[in-house]
T-cell receptor
Framework: DGGITQSPKYLFRKEGQNVTLSCEQN?????MYWYRQDPGQGLRLIYY???????QKGDIAEGYSVSREKKESFPLTVTSAQKNPTAFYLC????????????????FGAGSRLTVL | AQSVTQPDIHITVSEGASLELRCNYSYGATPYLFWYVQSPGQGLQLLLKYFSGDTLVQGIKGFEAEFKRSQSSFNLRKPSVHWSDAAEYFCAVGVYNTDKLIFGTGTRLQVFP
């Protein structure tokens, strides 16, 4: 079945360490997204990518980095510069309907929970 | 700037009762609107969407939502709630001329037997 796979589901990190969260999709979707979820704050966009080798910052990109070397993959690195990295991270993907329109239906992965010790 | 407001952080209903979750948006043109549901520790699943046309849209799991332009609202409703509907619900609006969505802060639904 097609879908989005995020790994690991749970990750613990010591302060000062970089960690990378994996996101793979087999839906042949063009666009991929990373969201951060904190209690009471909903979902906030970290980065998104509409095409291979290109990506844009979202609302809270500081302390994060991404790459899009393959259409299927969009890994997120949480760097030591991210001051409060403990959160639930969600990856999503979508077809691009007809150019940028805001009408894209997102399919989400099951999420990765990062805890900084 | 576009925004989405979900005024209710937490709602509790009895099983079998009706449900309405509120969503208000701020947008300059006809919006693309979505409702997603999230079970604990899981990703989000699309319940329904409004792009144009009939302002009452039907979704999965017996949910419906009504777009009211005059009130800038897109409230989610269900006539009879089941215990399995307990989850967090997010309203979202598509950002014009981008591929982004803006999400509300969510409403947590608790269902009592």
């Amino acid at each position: 079945d097609g879908g989005i796979t995020q790994s690991p589901k749970y990750l613990f990190r010591k302060e000062g360490q970089n960690v990378t969260l994996s996101c793979e999709q087999n839906l042949n979707h063009d666009a991929m997204y990373w969201y951060r979820q904190d209690p009471g704050q909903g979902l906030r966009l970290i980065y998104y990518s509409q095409i291979v080798n290109d990506f844009q910052k979202g609302d809270i990109a500081e302390g994060y980095s991404v790459s899009r070397e393959k259409k299927e993959s969009f890994p997120l690195t949480v760097t030591s510069a991210q001051k409060n990295p403990t959160a639930f991270y969600l990856c999503a993907s979508s077809m691009i309907v007809a150019g940028p329109s805001g009408a894209n239906v997102l399919t989400f992965g099951a999420g990765s929970r990062l805890t900084v010790l | 700037a576009q925004s989405v407001t979900q005024p209710d952080i937490h709602i509790t209903v009895s099983e079998g009762a009706s449900l309405e979750l509120r969503c208000n948006y701020s947008y300059g043109a006809t919006p693309y609107l979505f409702w997603y549901v999230q079970s604990p520790g899981q990703g989000l699943q699309l319940l329904l969407k409004y792009f144009s046309g009939d302002t009452l849209v039907q979704g999965i799991k017996g949910f419906e939502a009504e777009f009211k332009r005059s009130q800038s609202s897109f409230n989610l409703r269900k006539p009879s709630v089941h215990w399995s509907d307990a989850a967090e619900y997010f309203c979202a609006v598509g950002v014009y001329n981008t591929d982004k969505l803006i999400f509300g802060t969510g409403t947590r639904l608790q269902v009592f037997p």
